[in-house]
């Protein structure tokens, strides 16, 4: 019955309380990249979201257009969202469209669909989340094949009670200042395929 129902109800719940207490933060967040970096405010990239139909994820920006490596791009302002996790905070946005949930596997690009084996597509059978299992677990430190192995775990109990565990998981995470890179990289490598 949660599943089906009284998660979407919890989502939108949570994620309208959560705009709405977010909102002072997120204007002072908006403002400082604006003056820090000038527009666009927002960062938006295509993602896979249920059964892998695209949609436009809503990030605030953290890094400098044009060429080169994320930590070449990455500003000192974007460091900090991305520690804090203020920089996914527009994502609630996402989950008040029914596009995410608030708590799922995260969403990934859509280039990452065809890498995944038949195991790793069933992450796509449930709205992808604004933190997951994995982000509970240390965020962008944990390395792929466990990542997607916890997402897995995820889709095979699905609770009210297991949903607030992950949440209040993921804020300690975020609040203990863990996972917010992979080791050697800016934020996290790229997926390498089901066999890498």
């Known amino acids: 019955m949660y599943r089906r129902w009284g998660k979407r109800a919890f989502d939108v719940l949570g994620a309208a309380l959560g705009l709405i207490l977010a909102a002072p933060l997120l204007v002072l967040a908006?403002?400082?990249?604006?003056?820090?970096?000038?527009?666009?405010?927002?960062?938006?990239?295509?993602?896979a979201g249920l059964h892998g139909r695209p949609f436009l994820l809503l990030?605030?920006?953290?890094?400098?257009?044009?060429p080169g490596e994320d930590a070449e791009r990455l500003t000192p302002l974007g460091r900090l969202l991305r520690a804090t996790a203020i920089d996914e905070l527009p994502q609630l946005i996402n989950v008040l469209r029914g596009e995410m949930s608030l708590v799922g596997p995260r969403p990934l690009p859509l280039s990452y669909l065809p890498l995944f084996d038949e195991r790793q597509?069933?992450?796509l059978a449930v709205r992808p989340g604004l933190c997951g299992l994995a982000q509970a677990a240390g965020r962008n430190a944990v390395p792929w094949?466990?990542?997607?192995?916890?997402?897995?775990?995820?889709?095979?109990?699905?609770?009210?009670?297991?949903?607030?565990a992950i949440i209040a998981a993921c804020l300690r995470v975020v609040l203990t200042?863990?996972?917010?890179?992979?080791?050697?990289?800016?934020?996290?490598?790229?997926?390498?395929?089901?066999?890498?």
């Open 59 to 66: 990030k605030l920006r953290s890094m400098r257009p044009g």
């Open 30 to 47: 908006a403002a400082a990249i604006r003056l820090s970096m000038g527009p666009p405010v927002l960062f938006r990239q295509e993602r």
């Open 177 to 196: 200042g863990r996972g917010v890179s992979a080791p050697g990289h800016a934020t996290m490598p790229r997926f390498p395929g089901a066999g890498g």
């Open 121 to 123: 597509r069933r992450r």
């Open 145 to 164: 094949a466990r990542r997607l192995r916890l997402d897995q775990a995820y889709l095979r109990r699905i609770s009210f009670r297991r949903d607030l």
